[in-house]
């Protein structure tokens, strides 16, 4: 039912706890000695990828040999992209290295992001978005909000993301070009995370597929160096505004937002306390960008340079004026969603509130006796969802070290106590 | 089902807590979130009242299958005047308070709004006790 990018690789895996208190939704718990990601939680914000000090987590991403399949193949290369090159300003180097890797096209999704701005400030315009609008390009965030706040839903925009976008025109025109079939045209992503890896594979807002498959930042990053060495003269490949190049960093998108009450936060648990407080009461913005990862898509898990060194070097990107592609007639309705998002209540205990109010009792009943450590040993993120998973059926009191150590001693005491007094 | 709150009279930082965990209990209970919403504006502005001019006290949260009932308790210096206290903008908050931005005379007439019922014992010199009813 689910697909999810990040995972295991279990024979890297100590044990230990560091990605089960990380997880922003309790996703993962730590049974027999290797962490299990709960699947209906996990939101594939990658940062249990950050954490693991012994790199097993991982995201799952495609083989290259999937562009063996179809015969002219374009790569959508993302804004982020652009930071990772040290001494590169040129965003046409980075663009003619991916054709002499073997892409036979390259398609900017900074230009999707120029789509997606225009379409946003129409839609305010006429009065079309909800209030306060919130973003619908980071994958986790959607995720995020569908399972611990959904009922925010309606509060997001209703727009594919800037890649979905891309995609589409990268189709278009690589069929005019061509003169081939959609089935023999492959389009792929150059991915920084492995939620927008898990957003090809389940499309969420589509009926059908846009997008062929995706490869990690980090495992075509030493190809590409080589490559950009040795290029004399970039080809001009590069359309995109510096407007569009800017999503790649956080506050990017509110940039081209025509309303100046913006907000944007970026970082998971950033993301979480903004989601928090909108959802108790009105926030005074007109718009809301959230990023999952620390300084936007340029902190993605899958990058390989440090995210404000490659923030910086974005700011710096040159495109020539002369070079950047004004944007052609649009129509919304293809850019719109064509399936809503669904709200998945996890966090609830049962469906009937009288059953859930017996499991919160039961469960208060059960805290009590913890030990309050937030140890993390037993394998839950904390005391609390360890009396939570007990009840739920996923886990036993004895797991508790703590504990355990507190009935061993009272054992010791009373065989000692036997002992003095003799059978 | 009871939830026991000690809130701490000089705690402003962290005024906000009760109301903040009593909402995830709501949440994972599976109640509607325009009840929630209700309920965690009005504990929120009672929490606050607690703090500032309690200083300090008790909040228990009971959950019935109809209704939460939540009670508030302090030993405080009570309210004189109720009607006073009960008008928009009325405040006896003092100015070091009010320079925190508490103190703009709200708090109970939210609580009313965002409430079915809500019931106020006090007597001076010897504290309050507020409880709020919001329906299911």
């Known amino acids: 039912m689910y697909f999810h990018s990040v ?52 995201s799952v991403t495609d083989p290259r040999t999937l562009t063996q399949v179809c015969k002219h193949n374009v790569i959508l290369v993302p804004p982020s992209f652009y930071g990772q090159f040290e001494g590169v300003s040129d965003v046409n180097v980075i663009l003619t290295a991916l054709k002499k890797i073997g892409f036979d096209d390259v398609y900017e999704v900074a230009r999707g992001a120029e789509y997606i701005t225009a379409a946003t400030a129409r839609l305010m315009e006429e009065g079309k978005l909800p209030h306060p609008a919130i973003s619908s390009a980071c994958p986790v965030m959607n995720r995020l909000i569908s399972v611990r706040f959904p009922d925010l839903i309606d509060n997001i925009v209703n727009l594919i993301s800037p890649m979905e976008i891309a995609a589409k025109m990268a189709r278009r025109e690589a069929a005019e070009k061509t003169g081939l079939p959609d089935r023999d045209i492959g389009v792929f992503f150059v991915t920084p995370c492995p939620a927008k890896m898990t957003s090809i594979r389940t499309y969420m807002f589509l009926t059908e597929p846009v997008i062929n498959g995706a490869f990690s930042v980090n495992e075509l990053y030493a190809e590409i160096r080589a490559a950009i060495k040795k290029i004399d003269k970039p080809e001009k490949l590069a359309r995109a505004s510096i407007h569009g190049i800017s999503w790649g960093r956080e506050g990017g998108e509110c940039a081209g937002v025509p309303s100046p009450r913006v907000i944007h936060a970026d970082g998971v648990n950033n993301a979480v306390k903004v989601l928090e407080q909108l959802e108790s009461k009105d926030i005074d913005a007109d718009f809301i960008e959230l990023s999952s990862c620390p300084g936007g898509c340029v902190g993605g898990p899958l990058n390989v340079e440090n995210p404000f060194v490659a923030a910086a070097r974005m700011e710096n990107m040159i495109v020539a004026h002369e070079d950047v592609d004004p944007l052609g007639e649009f129509d919304i309705d293809d850019m719109m969603w064509k399936k809503d998002l669904e709200p998945v209540y996890i966090m609830r205990l049962d469906d009937d509130f009288t059953v859930a109010m017996g499991k919160m009792e039961e469960i208060e009943k059960i805290y009590e006796h913890m030990p309050r450590l937030d140890c993390g040993a037993c394998g839950a993120p904390s005391c609390r969802a360890k009396a939570e998973d007990i009840v739920r059926g996923y886990g036993r009191e004895e797991d508790c070290i703590v504990k355990m150590r507190e009935r061993l001693l009272e054992l010791l005491k009373e065989k000692a106590k036997k002992d003095y007094i003799g059978d | 089902m009871i939830k026991h709150y000690e809130i701490s009279g000089t705690d402003f930082a962290n005024g906000g807590e009760a109301s903040s965990d009593f909402k995830t209990v709501l949440k994972k209970l599976g109640v509607p979130m325009d009840v929630i919403r209700k309920v965690s504006i009005a504990m929120y502005e009672a929490e606050i009242n607690t703090i500032i001019h309690g200083h300090g006290g008790t909040c228990d949260a009971e959950i019935m299958p109809d209704r939460v009932v939540i009670t508030f308790k302090d030993s405080g210096p009570g309210i004189k005047d109720i009607d006073l206290a009960m008008q928009e903008g009325y405040s006896t908050a003092t100015d070091q308070i009010r320079e925190l931005g508490f103190g703009a005379g709200m708090g109970l007439p939210n609580i009313k709004k965002y409430t079915d019922d809500m019931q106020i014992e006090t007597s001076e010199g010897k504290g309050t006790t507020v409880i709020l009813t919001i329906k299911l």
Not at chain 1, 7 to 12: F, Q, V, Y
Not at chain 1, 15 to 44: S, W, Y
Request: charged share 35%; proline share 4%; aromatic share 2%.
């Open chain 1, 7 to 58: 995972a295991l690789d279990s024979d890297k895996c100590h044990g230990c706890t560091n990605c089960v208190k990380g997880c922003p939704t309790e996703a993962i718990r730590v049974r027999d000695g290797k962490a299990r990601i709960i699947k209906e939680r996990c939101i594939d914000c990658g940062e249990c990828i950050r954490v693991c000090p012994y790199h097993a987590k991982i």
